[in-house]
T-cell receptor, first 115, second 115 residues
Framework: DTGVSQDPRHKITKRGQNVTFRCDPISEHNRLYWYRQTLGQGPEFLTYFQNEAQLEKSRLLSDRFSAERPKGSFSTLEIQRTEQGDSAMYLC?????????????FGSGTRLTVV | KQEVTQIPAALSVPEGENLVLNCSFTDSAIYNLQWFRQDPGKGLTSLLLIQSSQREQTSGRLNASLDKSSGRSTLYIAASQPGDSATYLCAVRPLISDSWGKLQFGAGTQVVVTP
């Protein structure tokens, strides 16, 4: 296991189209997180899962966004009817359980450009 | 509401100089603080993690200190090299259980080390 994998690395889509991103966390990590980062800013929290349960969603996650983590392994983030404001880097991270002293491990991100 | 600030926003130094990067946070109720490096267009690489009970962590040329009571952390990079050029982000993990999933990031310090 070499870390957190995200696919695709880059995605260019036309406004109004749907897109789906995939994240494969470190296999022994039961927590998985999605963040969004725009140019010149730090990442902003979108949502997180403990195993297959989605425990929290940010107000940033509008109804056009949906995330799943079937079977508590990989996760997908779907954006429906994309808008130009959705253009950003989407980052996935994973970590061990609540009592773990360890930090987060991030993937390389998916850069979305909506034209 | 936790706010994380990084000053300066950008920094340029000649090769060989020591780098000092600052991070401040408004709520001292944190579980830990993590420093990340981000290269242009890439994901985040974890550098150092400091637990709330610790005062500092060291890894090679990197040293991070934490003063939780005053809400500050400092990342020191000794004898900077052009390969250290990147954006450095700090992030705090809150102690409050209902915010457990959220890392709160600063906007980062963009560092350029000139040969």
């Amino acid at each position: 296991d070499t870390g957190v994998s995200q696919d695709p690395r880059h995605k260019i889509t036309k406004r109004g189209q749907n897109v789906t991103f995939r994240c494969d966390p470190i296999s022994e990590h039961n927590r998985l997180y999605w963040y969004r980062q725009t140019l010149g800013q730090g990442p902003e929290f979108l949502t997180y899962f403990q195993n297959e349960a989605q425990l929290e969603k940010s107000r940033l996650l509008s109804d056009r966004f949906s995330a799943e983590r079937p079977k508590g392994s990989f996760s997908t983030l779907e954006i429906q009817r994309t808008e130009q404001g959705d253009s950003a880097m989407y980052l996935c991270a994973s970590s061990s359980g609540q009592g773990s002293p360890y930090g987060y491990t991030f993937g390389s991100g998916t850069r979305l450009t909506v034209v | 509401k936790q706010e994380v600030t990084q000053i300066p926003a950008a920094l340029s130094v000649p090769e060989g100089e020591n780098l000092v990067l600052n991070c401040s946070f408004t709520d001292s109720a944190i579980y830990n603080l993590q420093w990340f490096r981000q290269d242009p267009g890439k994901g985040l690489t974890s550098l150092l993690l400091i637990q709330s009970s610790q005062r500092e962590q060291t890894s090679g040329r990197l040293n991070a200190s934490l003063d939780k009571s005053s809400g500050r952390s400092t990342l020191y990079i000794a004898a900077s090299q052009p390969g250290d050029s990147a954006t450095y982000l700090c992030a705090v993990r809150p102690l409050i259980s209902d915010s457990w999933g959220k890392l709160q990031f600063g906007a980062g310090t963009q560092v350029v080390v000139t040969p």
